[in-house]
């Protein structure tokens, strides 16, 4: 074995001695630590919950779709500007339809919220989507058990719907639901079909897609009032066309449809999935930040006390420096020594910090969101706290390397 490697094991040896020496003194530093790296592991668990939610769940709006609203999904200005557009109308999504023969699918849809009810069970404020066949062009949810509404359904305005897994798990519990007879709000509809489950995007303002229930839009009106209800238009891009580039056309036709001069403002909205992503990537920006500046302060403290500690090993050790030294002990080795001593402290407090932030996790994965703590994520917080000991325990190690020999035999 090379001399170097024999020095690094030897100062090894005598770290873990020492840590051993005064092991209730290690566990009381390292409680900083602790905090840190519980505050890095929750803060990258959380996020990572939060995108995958997002993910997950935006996903039932289509990359490739553009909607045309009467407002925008995220308001920036005078609310009351929007508010006083004209409504969007079916008459409307049936002219855009005939304007765009190379649309993939354009769907009209409206809701409302309405209680439901099953025998004795009641859900109350249930998004109720009045929409078409062409819901599942749109979109990438299928229906989990049944059939989605049809073509024939919409032309009939036949009292049908489908419902979402919430909905079939609150209101149905373990009964099957298809063709049961449910009431929505005071008409009786029967259920073809229940939705996959796709999750929520409740924590940015969406809505909770597995607590709605889809049925005909040519029923909703009569069932549910409202005949010129304010509606979304959902137009998917032709194969091959860039969203973007479809954009304009459908922003084109809509002007020509509201007969708008070219120095007219617009009237109407255009929304995309890149806006919700946008504004959640903002908003995840911000809670990442916050995340690390407490973590960062967190670490610091926990730093601090750790070059503390090691000072005062560094004092009460001085002989014990100036023996080994006076025995041949290179400077590089008593450096070496510390710096294990220090590293080990805040690698056992990141260990610690990992076992709390599993409890943390579970707790998170079941009564917010999913998640889960991933390799990549021990890796960041293991290397941090290591890290984290090399710089608290650098310049108490480079003074007991630096020490004379001779005065450190002296000391008392």
């Known amino acids: 074995m090379a001399r170097g490697a024999q020095e690094t094991l030897e100062a090894l040896r005598i770290a873990m001695a020492a840590l051993a020496a005064n092991t209730a003194r290690g566990v009381l530093t390292t409680l900083g630590i602790v905090i840190g790296v519980l505050g890095v592991v929750t803060t990258m668990t959380a996020a990572n919950g939060l995108a995958n939610n997002f993910r997950e769940s935006v996903s039932a709006l289509g990359s490739d779709v553009v909607y045309v609203s009467r407002m925008p999904w995220i308001i920036r200005g005078n609310w009351f500007e929007f508010r006083n557009r004209p409504i969007v109308s079916l008459k409307e999504a049936d002219k855009l339809e005939r304007r765009l023969p190379s649309a993939a699918a354009v769907n009209p849809t409206t809701h409302t919220e309405r209680t439901v009810k099953f025998n004795a069970r009641t859900l109350e404020r249930i998004d109720v989507i009045g929409t078409t066949d062409r819901q599942m062009l749109v979109s990438a949810s299928v229906p989990e058990a049944g059939r989605f509404l049809t073509s024939f359904d919409v032309r009939a305005k036949r009292r049908v719907c489908v419902i979402g897994s ?6 149905f519990e373990g009964v099957d639901p298809l063709n049961k007879s449910l009431k929505i709000g005071r008409a009786t509809f029967r259920v073809v079909g229940v939705m996959e489950k796709q999750g929520s995007a409740g924590f940015f303002g969406g809505p909770d897609f597995d607590s709605q229930v889809f049925v005909p839009i040519t029923t909703f009106a009569k069932a549910f009032g409202g005949a010129e209800r304010n509606i979304d238009i959902a137009v998917k891009s032709p194969p091959g066309v860039p969203v973007g580039d479809f954009e304009f056309e459908v922003i084109g036709e809509m002007r020509k449809i509201r007969k708008l001069a070219p120095a007219d403002e617009e009237d109407f909205s255009i929304n995309k999935m890149d806006s919700l992503v946008a504004m959640f990537n903002n908003v995840m920006g911000v809670v990442l930040l916050i995340g690390i500046v407490i973590t960062g302060i967190s670490l610091f403290v926990g730093g601090v006390g750790v070059m503390n500690i090691m000072f005062v090993s560094v004092t009460e050790r001085t002989r014990e420096i100036g023996i080994r030294k ?7 080795s008593i450096l070496a020594q510390f710096l294990f001593e220090s590293a080990a402290i805040c690698l056992a407090g990141g260990l610690l910090g990992l076992l709390l932030s599993v409890g943390v996790t579970e707790l998170i994965d079941r009564m917010l969101l999913p998640a889960s703590i991933s390799p990549g994520i021990v890796v960041v917080a293991l290397a941090v706290s290591t890290v984290t000991g090399v710089a608290a ?3 108490p ?13 002296r000391y008392e």
């Open 326 to 332: 006076a025995i041949g002990a290179k400077r590089r």
């Open 397 to 409: 190690a480079w003074r007991a390397s630096r020490l004379d020999p001779i005065e450190a035999l």
């Open 393 to 395: 325990g650098l310049v």
């Open 166 to 171: 919430e909905v079939r798990e609150r209101l």
